[in-house]
């Protein structure tokens, strides 16, 4: 069974850093897809970020330009560095994976579900707090 493991949340002041990580069991990061996405309380599930077994990246236009995503294949980590943390950015933190030739069932129940969009990863994380104070 393939788990993941979110790290590295907490509260920082506006301005600061912040590095998640998402460490995985049962899959590996270097031929998965993998991605994070963020829920805050009363808003939607947003995806944050995402990068591909051939190593492509995507960003939210929210994060872009502040945010990075990466995978140590060592570690069998994906990490999520987040620099100039806004508060806008208060939300918490998901890490979600599909091993190689993952079908994801359409309603399929998901911890963070973007509105519209049917789920695009089977496997998610439990979620980590991040709280960015004015």
């Known amino acids: 069974a393939v788990r993941l493991v979110e790290s590295g949340g907490g509260s920082v002041q506006a301005g600061g850093s912040l590095r998640l990580s998402c460490t995985a069991s049962?899959?590996?990061?270097?031929?998965?897809?993998s991605g994070w996405y963020r829920q805050a309380p009363g808003k939607e599930c947003e995806l944050v970020s995402t990068i591909s077994s051939d190593g492509s990246t995507y960003y939210a236009p929210s994060v872009k330009g502040r945010f990075t995503i990466s995978q140590d294949n060592a570690k069998n980590t994906v990490h999520l560095q987040m620099d100039s943390l806004q508060p806008g950015d208060t939300a918490v933190y998901y890490c979600?994976?599909?091993?190689?030739?993952?079908?994801?069932?359409?309603?399929?129940?998901?911890?963070?579900?973007?509105?519209?969009?049917?789920?695009?990863?089977?496997?998610w994380g439990q979620g980590t707090q991040v709280t960015v104070s004015s």
């Open positions: 049962g899959l590996t990061f270097d031929d998965s897809d």
């Open positions: 979600a994976a599909n091993p190689p030739q993952t079908w994801v069932g359409p309603f399929l129940s998901v911890p963070c579900s973007v509105p519209g969009e049917r789920p695009r990863f089977g496997n």
